[in-house]
């Protein structure tokens, strides 16, 4: 009994380092995992700001390439100075337009009976203000419209 007793003893102990080890394994592999895990989060985080950090430098190269074509276009003549204003032109033209349709639908509201408070509400819907801050965004460098369409 006592041979069968310490048989089992002795066999039981054998296999305790083998099981500590399996333990140990896993507690090495569930660190590996989670370094990984965090390795792949950062690299994520970093491809993030990289990309942003591109779109900011386009946002500047663009800037740069308006003012400086604005720069280029010297005010000798007729014809540059023509060159020269057609943006602008175009631009009040627009909004001239733009505010003409507003204005018009504003005195339509109102008169069906519509408060002023009210009928400016439905006049200024989100497709307005987007092409209110299309227009604006244009002529300072297109930021704002940028920021509001990654939102």
Request: net charge neutral; proline share 2%.
């Given at each position: 009994?006592?041979?069968?007793?310490?048989?089992?003893i002795?066999?039981?102990?054998?296999?305790?380092?083998?099981v500590l080890?399996?333990f140990?394994?896993?507690q090495?592999?569930?660190?590996?995992?989670?370094m990984l895990?965090?390795?792949?989060?950062?690299?994520?985080?970093?491809?993030?700001?990289?990309?942003?950090?591109?779109?900011?430098?386009?946002?500047?190269?663009e800037?740069?390439?308006?003012?400086?074509?604005?720069?280029?276009?010297?005010?000798?003549?007729?014809?540059?100075?023509?060159?020269?204003?057609?943006?602008?032109?175009?631009?009040?033209?627009?909004?001239?337009?733009?505010a003409?349709?507003?204005?018009?639908?504003?005195?339509?509201?109102?008169?069906?009976?519509?408060?002023?408070?009210?009928?400016?509400?439905?006049?200024w819907?989100?497709?307005?203000q987007?092409?209110?801050?299309?227009?604006?965004?244009?002529w300072?460098?297109?930021?704002?419209?940028s920021?509001?369409?990654?939102?």
């Amino acid at each position: 009994m006592l041979s069968i007793l310490g048989s089992l003893i002795g066999f039981g102990t054998s296999i305790v380092p083998e099981v500590l080890g399996f333990f140990k394994q896993s507690q090495a592999n569930k660190q590996e995992l989670l370094m990984l895990e965090a390795k792949a989060k950062y690299a994520e985080q970093l491809s993030t700001l990289k990309i942003k950090e591109i779109d900011a430098e386009a946002d500047i190269a663009e800037t740069k390439g308006i003012y400086e074509h604005d720069r280029s276009i010297k005010s000798e003549g007729f014809v540059s100075q023509l060159r020269a204003s057609v943006r602008p032109v175009l631009t009040y033209l627009f909004f001239a337009l733009f505010a003409t349709v507003k204005v018009s639908a504003l005195v339509t509201i109102m008169s069906n009976g519509q408060e002023f408070t009210s009928a400016i509400v439905l006049i200024w819907d989100p497709e307005t203000q987007a092409i209110f801050s299309a227009i604006v965004s244009f002529w300072f460098g297109s930021r704002a419209f940028s920021k509001a369409r990654s939102k």
